[in-house]
């Protein structure tokens, strides 16, 4: 089965940082591009950050740029996003995605998501 | 930035409705447009890709159209199961990819 597992959420206070994981499964993960999207509680979907198979190519949205890094590991099936710096804003489900190539890289397979809360 | 911009918000509707969604786009994004379904407490779902392909296994009765700005997600029969908010998401350009604030379909 084709699946998507975040870890790594919990509770932290503003200036601090967490670290996420994606384990994917199911799938040839070296061949994926990837991309986490956050959703913040009662709020829309936004996307945060993108990386490429090889991991060579990365984007950030502007209102985590400078504070967040994506990388990934290959030989693990992995996709992380270390958060910096965190603010209240920062408090968000924060889902892997994969952009699908039979989709043209529509965002086909999603993980469950993993809870961030940035408070004092 | 690609801003895309949904309507409605909300929409309230009956079982055997036909419900129309629309998306649009600050610029031209040609027809790289997809719609997802997201239930409460749940991840997004993908129902089309490409403006208008249909995503395996999705039911028949949605369906995607438009191209260039202007995008429409039509739902030909409302089912119970289709009671959720839906997202349009461009993916014209890699650097930011970008969703509409979303429309919640309720029962009337």
Redesign the interface.
């Known amino acids: 089965e084709v699946q998507l597992v975040e870890s790594g959420g919990g509770l932290v206070q503003p200036g601090g940082s967490l670290r996420l994981s994606c384990a994917a499964s199911g799938f040839t993960f070296s061949s994926y591009e990837m991309?986490w999207v956050r959703q913040a509680p009662g709020k829309?979907?936004?996307?945060v950050s993108?990386i490429s198979s090889s991991g060579s190519?990365i984007?950030y949205?502007?209102s985590v740029k400078g504070r967040f890094t994506i990388s990934r590991d290959n030989a693990k099936n992995s996709l992380y996003l270390q958060m910096n710096s965190l603010r209240a804003e920062d408090t968000a489900v924060y889902?892997c995605a994969r952009?699908?190539l039979q989709?043209?890289?529509?965002?086909?397979i999603?993980?469950?998501?993993t809870m961030v809360t940035v408070s004092s | 930035d690609i801003q895309m911009t949904q309507s409605p918000s909300t929409l309230s509707a009956s079982v055997g409705d036909r419900v129309t969604i629309t998306c649009r786009a600050s610029q031209s994004i040609s027809s790289w447009l997809a719609w997802y379904q997201q239930k409460p407490g749940k991840a997004p779902k993908l129902l089309i890709y490409k403006a208008s392909s249909l995503e395996s296994g999705v039911p028949s009765r949605f369906s995607g159209s438009g191209s260039g700005t202007e995008f429409t997600l039509t739902i030909s029969s409302l089912q119970p199961d289709d009671f959720a908010t839906y997202y349009c998401q461009q993916y014209n350009s890699y650097a930011g990819w970008t969703f509409g604030q979303g429309t919640k379909v309720e029962i009337k």
Do not use: C, I, V
């Open positions: 991309n829309g979907l936004e996307w993108y190519t984007y949205a502007d889902y952009p699908g989709q043209l890289r529509a965002f086909d999603w993980g469950q998501g």
